[in-house]
């Protein structure tokens, strides 16, 4: 298929042909509509100025006969520009007059020729051209005919000047709008190439190549910016799929292969209460399995988008104050203390029950982690910083590298220090996609920058604040 073919399967491409088709016809009626126009006023002022003419000489042959009438003729045919002045006998024969001949038959009928009429001038000296013109006749006592006539020589060039110049706007506008065609035909076509290539290999499986973008903020581009986000959006669902395929396949191997071992116990004890001791472990082992596989589907709804329409407005102050109310016997109990410092009133556009989740994992995380910290408290602190509102949860335990801090809120990673600490290494997962859902971030710090020992971890969770 050639380039040509492929060019005019383009919409863009079709469209563009079937405008300059539009505006070669309207301008072609363009044309030739200016040039009757043209033409029709110069005929009318042409034969207003013989009616002038002709009354005026009928005039002086009132007042004063034929001979007032040939010396009015004669003066005016010597002027620049003259009319057509003929006086002939009744047979048609020129008598007199500034014309040498005239067409048959116009000396014949009295009042307005019809169409134009050939005749030829004392000045032609042999010339074959014959030159046309409008006239009126009329007949005087005498039996004598009259014509008085206008040479149409400048209407018609008229006509033609203007009719040429429009022709040839016409013609250099179309070569400049089918170079116009071509040029932008030829480079949507190179641009659609590109993006079908770019296509291909993502149909391929490379799901990290992006369609290109030339930076002109056109359709083309904002069509391309649409798609890479998508692309972004299922690289990423992808990952994560791939990412708690390969979880579950490691991590959830040893629970699993734990129950097993457990049933298998069960069934080989003879005493009734090490049997019953052995289901309610398979029981608590099931549950954490439960509990791990819901945090799973949740995480996988959050980053999915399926809970976007959910979004309202909603105090953030609210619900940050309701965790650490519901929190603090919990905090206490791990010989804890829960500080809250919530500034009032704070909007955010999120989910109440995801957003009350998040702040519960950051806060369960705090009070197992700092068990046993030399400062034994935790403290939840809700600022708004410019446009941004600012949730975090700060405690003394010990920490996580700086250099860890990318691998923590993976699903299933959990550091060796944390090992020996009850939960399933989703907590934090979940945050990051509660985070990310909200357009904004979750933020992981020192809470004693340069300490060795209880530096802690600040946890802060940045939302873009509700516009009024």
Known sequence: MSRLSVLFKSTAVRLSALYILLFALCAAFLVFYVTALSERLLNQQTRDSLKTEVAEVQRAYGNGGMNQMLRMMERRARQPGANLYVIAGPAGEILAGNVASVQPGVLARDGWTEFPFRYERYTDNGDTRRHLATAHVFQVDNGLRVLIGRDLGEPTKFRLLVRNALMVALAIMGVGALLIWFGIGRNALKRIDRMSAASKKIVAGDLSQRLPIGGSGDEFDRLSGSLNDMLGRIEKLNEGLRQVSDNIAHDLKTPLTRLRNKAADGLAEQDETARRAALEGIIAESDQLIRTFNALLMISRVEAGSIAAE????????????????????????????????????????????????????????????????????????????????????????????????DVVKRFVRLDASRSKPGTGLGLSLVVAVMDLHGGRLELSDTVPGADEGRGLTATMVFPAAKP
């Open 311 to 406: 979004l309202t407005d909603i105090d953030i102050s609210a619900i940050a104050a309701d965790s650490a109310e519901l929190y603090e016997p919990v905090a206490e109990e791990a010989g804890q203390e829960l500080l809250t410092e919530i500034a009032p009133g704070l909007m955010v556009h999120g989910n109440r029950e995801l957003i009350g989740q998040a702040i519960t994992n950051l806060i369960d995380n705090a009070i197992k982690y700092a068990d046993g910290a030399k400062t034994p408290e935790i403290k939840l602190s809700l600022v708004r910083r410019g446009g941004e509102v600012c949730l975090s949860i700060a405690d003394h335990g010990p920490g996580v590298a700086a250099d860890r801090r990318e």
